[in-house]
């Protein structure tokens, strides 16, 4: 197998951009930016784990939204598995080395909190971890906003914010998604750095839900 020239991937990434601008939608929350996020946070998770592809990375790393689905759409579940195919679909014409389509499209249909998909490779791993740290410190707060203005959530429960005498909900109030999803996702990285940078992002998280909770209620 030929090892990937620093011009041939820097070539490489320049053609995913370009993939994913073509299918990029209207939802900020996973614009362009996140893409360059991810690939960010992916980079910096590959410098400790130097036996994974870093072309497979960088290609689902870029190539992982390119089926978005509204987080309240009943085939949410199936966006990852239909990115994955649109991926192979678009990377082959294109000459990317046959041998790693499987596992870029492995690493694509894994990353979803929503589809349940174990990752089995590092790269999935990695790519995975890259995503999920975007939604976690205070980014992953803006996102965590701006999908709920878009589903049309209210912030927070009137007269119970932090949910002590109810059930959370994160589909009507954007606050309660804090303690239905983000806080989980630390624990569930794949990789110890992740982990690390995840548990210190999710403490921010905590520190605003209370400072929120109590200018929320008056104290």
């Known amino acids: 197998m030929l090892e990937t020239t620093p011009n041939d991937f820097a070539a490489w990434r320049t053609q ?114 890259a995503d999920r740290l975007d939604g976690l410190g205070l980014v992953g707060l803006a996102r965590m906003f701006y999908i709920a203005g878009r589903m049309e959530s209210g912030l927070a429960h009137p007269t119970d914010p932090l949910g002590d005498d109810r059930a959370h909900d994160d589909r009507r109030y954007a606050l309660d998604h804090i303690v239905v999803k983000l806080d989980k996702l630390p624990d569930m990285m794949q990789t110890e750095a992740a982990r690390a940078v995840g548990r210190e992002r999710l403490d921010q998280l905590m520190t605003f839900r209370a400072q929120f909770a109590a200018e929320w209620s008056g104290v």
């Open 16 to 129: 995913l951009v370009a993939l994913a601008a073509q299918d990029a939608g209207t939802d900020g929350a996973h614009d362009g930016a996140h893409l360059e996020r991810v690939w960010r946070n992916a980079q910096a998770l590959l410098a400790h784990h130097p036996e994974a592809d870093r072309l497979v990375v960088l290609a689902a790393s870029y190539l992982h939204d390119l089926v978005n689905l509204p987080k309240n759409d009943p085939a949410r579940n199936q966006a990852s598995r239909r990115s994955a195919e649109l991926a192979r679909d678009l990377l082959a014409p294109l000459g990317f080395p046959p041998e790693k389509l499987d596992a870029v499209a492995h690493a694509i249909e894994a990353h979803s909190f929503s589809a349940a998909i174990p990752a089995t490779t590092i790269e999935a791993k990695i790519v995975q971890d």
